[in-house]
């Protein structure tokens, strides 16, 4: 009889090793090696005639976009694509106490109402504590089955024998396979159990839910393979107490990056439509190093506010901190202001902040970013009726954003007056007259941002 082999397996990426390493050669991650027992794979079988056959591509029928089934969500079915699409598998990640079970439940209670048979397996909690959380939701949860369980073969057996439409597994890193070795939650396992749970969601066919932590760095614990397998990768982040933010990482059926935004109360999670005017106070008016600029996240516009301070220094190197921005897009930004307007930073602490927690990526932003900076450096306050929106090249020009036309309905729509934008955005003749806000376009940045006289700052 053939002995079992130790290994030594990376838990972040699962690279395999014969012996114990620092740093993994290939995520290289430290100190992530577990040693682990691989045991003898069983002779291999001759080969049998397989179940599935090929088909021409012409003779298969292309389902169509309205059969999505609605989470009872408007934001749900957004970040989603337009609702849950038949047979898909979707996962969905986020740090500790984020509200993951909580949305999934609620998910569940408000299709089971819609005739939809659910199944919501927890390896986590017990059913006492899933009848609780329901009924703090204070939906009817008469018909929606639960079964708390861990072991991957017994989650097999009773999904094959309930036969249900939509299936949550609470989560995929407490889920494990008696005929692997290992703890639940390393690599072996995790790859393992997900991949059976994929095959029989696509042959059965259901829905599936996969919940899943974050590791220190917000990353998707686990080997990336998992989430390559999903069709759909969503992050569920907390940017304050109560809003929580939905954003789709990867959806094989709809568009990327899209974004959802509730709040957390007694009963559960509430959604929030009305993005900009949750980012935005009215009450306060904008000081210096402040602009509002206006992004563009998934399918729909979002209008924020970007504060910055610049300070003279009092420590040995200037400080350049950044909260929901990209850390070097600043350090561009500073270098374009230093060389076309004349603006000296070398030795000022330079903060940027993206106001209500919220992480942009959108470059159609950095012209509000450029304003602000130029605005604290010169203590002299901005236009708080002003909306920026732009590229800034490194050559000091104005680059055109797309959906420019979205981004100033959303601007006017929530009573901005002015909107400074690039040349080549500027809409023509017709497109202005359905447009009430005064347009300013933007060749260069020292055109909106006055080059400064070296001599006379301090």
């Not at 450096?377 to 954003?401: F, K, N």
Request: proline content about 5%.
């Amino acid at each position: 009889m053939a002995k079992n082999k130790q290994i030594f397996i990376c838990q972040e990426c699962g690279y395999q090793a014969s012996k114990w390493m620092g740093k993994c050669p290939d995520c290289g991650q430290w100190n992530s090696f577990v040693e682990e027992a691989l045991e003898p794979r069983a002779a291999a079988k001759s080969a049998i005639a397989p179940r599935s056959m090929p088909q021409r591509l012409g003779e298969i029928t292309a389902e169509s976009a309205d059969i999505r089934v609605s989470t009872g969500s408007e934001e749900f079915n957004r970040v989603l694509g337009g609702g849950i699409f038949p047979a898909s598998v979707i996962l969905l990640a986020g740090e500790p106490g984020i509200g993951k079970s909580t949305l999934m439940l609620q998910m569940l209670l408000q299709l089971q109402q819609r005739g939809q048979k659910t199944l919501y397996i927890s390896g986590e909690e017990s059913l006492q504590q899933i009848k609780n959380r329901a009924d703090r939701l204070r939906s009817p949860a008469d018909n929606l089955l639960v079964l708390a369980e861990t072991e991957v073969e017994a989650i097999e057996y009773h999904i094959e024998k309930t036969r249900p439409d939509i299936v949550v597994i609470d989560s995929v890193q407490a889920i494990y396979s008696a005929e692997l070795s290992g703890a639940p939650g390393n690599v072996g396992q995790v790859r393992e159990c997900a991949a059976r749970l994929f095959r029989q969601a696509k042959s059965t066919p259901f829905t599936l839910f996969m919940i899943g932590h974050v590791n220190k760095e917000g990353a998707v614990a686990g080997p990336k393979i998992l989430e390559h397998l999903v069709d759909v990768v969503i992050n569920f982040e907390g940017n304050t107490l109560q809003h929580r933010i939905l954003r789709s990482v990867k959806n094989r059926f709809g568009a990327s990056n899209e974004l959802g935004v509730f709040e957390m109360n007694s009963q559960g999670l509430k959604e929030i439509k009305n993005l900009s005017g949750l980012f935005l106070d009215p009450r306060q008016r904008p000081g210096s190093g402040s602009s509002i600029v206006c992004s563009y996240e998934g399918s729909r516009p979002l209008l924020v506010e970007v504060q910055a301070l610049v300070n003279r220094s009092n420590y040995g190197t200037p400080q350049r901190t950044v909260s929901g921005f990209d850390h070097r897009r600043l350090s561009l930004i500073l270098a374009i202001l230093e060389k076309y307007c004349h603006l000296s930073f070398g030795i000022h602490d330079v903060f940027v902040k993206v106001a209500g927690g919220l992480r942009i990526n959108d470059p159609g932003i950095d012209l509000g970013v450029a304003a602000a900076l130029y605005s604290s450096r010169l203590e002299q306050p901005l236009d708080s009726d002003a909306v920026y929106i732009g590229e800034v090249g490194l050559g000091g020009e104005v680059r055109p954003v797309s959906f420019v036309e979205s981004r100033l309905k959303e601007a006017e729509k929530m009573g901005f007056k002015q909107a400074y934008l690039p040349s080549p955005n500027l809409p023509d003749s017709a497109q202005k007259k359905k447009i009430a806000l005064l347009l300013s376009p933007v060749n260069r940045l020292n055109e909106l941002l006055l080059p400064v006289d070296l001599g006379d700052m301090p």
